[in-house]
Each structure stands twice: as C-alpha cells, then as structure tokens.
C-alpha cells in the first residue's frame, strides 16, 4: 500500500482545487507546493493498494481509496463556514460510503518495469 504524500500532483486535483493558473508560471511546481502547504495544511493523502503478478511483473489491479482525503475536504469546508460565523449545528454531515473509491483492473500487457518506491 502506498500513501501518496502529495495530492495536488494528480491528476484532477488541480482543479479540484484551482491550482491550474499556477501550473503555467515559471517554477509553476514549486508555487503549487506552496500554495497547496498554505491554503489545504490539513488535507491527508489517498491511498493506493497496488497488486503485483510477480511471476510476469504485471500489475493486476490498483485500488484507490480516497475516503479519508474526502473527510478532510469537508472538515477545512467545515472549519471556513465557522471562521465565516455559520453556527456548527448548521453544518452538513458527509459520510463516505462503503462503495465509494476506484478499482483498476489490468490485462498481461501492462508490464511493469523496475522502479523505486520513495521512502
């Protein structure tokens, strides 16, 4: 399983969080390092479960479970509408649901080559 220690590098987070302008400025991925430490310091990471055939070094299947990242969404929402003054009892409660992530599926084709997992 790895964690991915930098979510405003997938792909789609950019938008999801605005961060396209800053991409097209020179040093564009240091500004995006910066701006996401600033405004999203609480948001977690996803998670990526990986399978591994390692008899032909294929990938199976790649699980993504972005719930947790989700959660932290909607607490720094929470967090802004109370720093706006919205009272926390009128708050939306999210809930993530069991059936909520992604599930990739890989044919014999998808060969692996060597890499380094980043410690």
């Known amino acids: 399983m790895l964690e991915h220690p930098e979510w405003y590098r997938l792909r789609g987070a950019a938008g999801f969080a605005d961060l396209g302008f ?4 020179e040093d564009g991925a240091r500004l995006v390092e910066q701006y996401a430490a600033e405004r999203y310091p609480n948001l977690l990471g996803l998670r990526f479960t990986i399978h591994v055939a390692m ?3 294929t990938i199976s299947t790649v699980l993504v ?3 947790e990242f989700m959660l932290s969404v909607w607490a720094e929402v929470d967090r802004a ?3 706006e003054g919205v009272e926390p009892s009128g708050l939306t409660r999210y809930e993530v649901m069991d059936e909520h992530g ?3 599926h890989f044919a014999q ?3 692996v080559p060597d890499f380094s997992i980043r410690q």
Do not use: F
């Open 22 to 25: 800053l991409y097209g400025q």
């Open 55 to 57: 008899e032909d070094e």
């Open 65 to 67: 479970d972005d719930a």
């Open 81 to 83: 509408l109370i720093a």
């Open 102 to 104: 992604a599930e990739y």
């Open 109 to 111: 084709y998808e060969t």
